[in-house]
T-cell receptor, first 115, second 114 residues
């Protein structure tokens, strides 16, 4: 069965510092991988997705993620964090016949940005 | 285009009462999903509609939950009677047909059962 692990519940970074949020998944074949962000009072917004091809994917708001099959990971990165990036981030995997439709989510990582 | 709309945004009810959540998907999206996040836990799939038909309802917790999608447009999720453990944020999402079509989520309904 599919599963997603986000080992960091809460991360605090200084504005302007780099960021990496970890995500590990469990699935036998090549998964569909996603990062979503939820800002306070908002819904889940898709940051980026990986279906196939280039393992380094670019998303919105300056985020990128790299799919590493050997490590079953899909870590999210940003070179310089802005205060507006404070939010909760969710990694998700979609697999099987339903592809990107039915998703399995991690428990989320809450990002705090300090000035 | 208008996004996925959910209402109410918040609902506080007492144990044993009934609550109905509504979701309006993006126009033209045949797929509609309900997910739920209980505090501090992962977001979990509840069910999936394709147009008006339930494609997969394997995530529905029990028979106190009833989901409908009238005419393949908006959807409702009714909880009757509500229990304390039903508290959480209920998300609706919609997508186009196709395995590569990503989900578009609404802002969620925060349900508190006291």
């Amino acid at each position: 069965a599919q599963s997603v692990t986000q080992p960091d519940i809460h991360i605090t970074v200084s504005e302007g510092a780099s960021l990496e949020l970890r995500c590990n998944y469990s699935y036998g074949a090549t998964p569909y991988l996603f990062w979503y962000v939820q800002s306070p009072g908002q819904g889940l917004q898709l940051l980026l997705k990986y279906f196939s091809g280039d393992t380094l994917v670019q998303g919105i708001k300056g985020f990128e993620a790299e799919f590493k099959r050997s490590q079953s990971s899909f870590n999210l990165r940003k070179p310089s964090v802005h205060w507006s990036d404070a939010a909760e981030y969710f990694c998700a995997v979609g697999a099987g016949q339903t592809g990107a439709n039915n998703l399995f989510f991690g428990t989320g990582t809450r990002l705090t940005v300090i000035p | 285009e208008a996004g996925v709309t959910q209402f109410p945004s918040h609902s506080v009810i007492e144990k044993g009462q009934t609550v109905t959540l509504r979701c309006d998907p993006i126009s033209g999206h045949d797929n509609l999903y309900w997910y739920r996040r209980v505090m501090g836990k992962e977001i979990k799939f509840l069910l999936h509609f394709v147009k008006e038909s339930k494609q997969d309802e394997s995530g529905m917790p029990n028979n106190r939950f009833l989901a409908e999608r009238t005419g393949g447009t908006y959807s409702t999720l009714k909880v009757q009677p509500a229990e304390l453990e039903d508290s959480g944020v209920y998300f609706c999402a919609s997508s186009l047909t196709g395995r590569n079509s990503p989900l578009h989520f609404g802002n969620g309904t925060r349900l508190t059962v006291t």
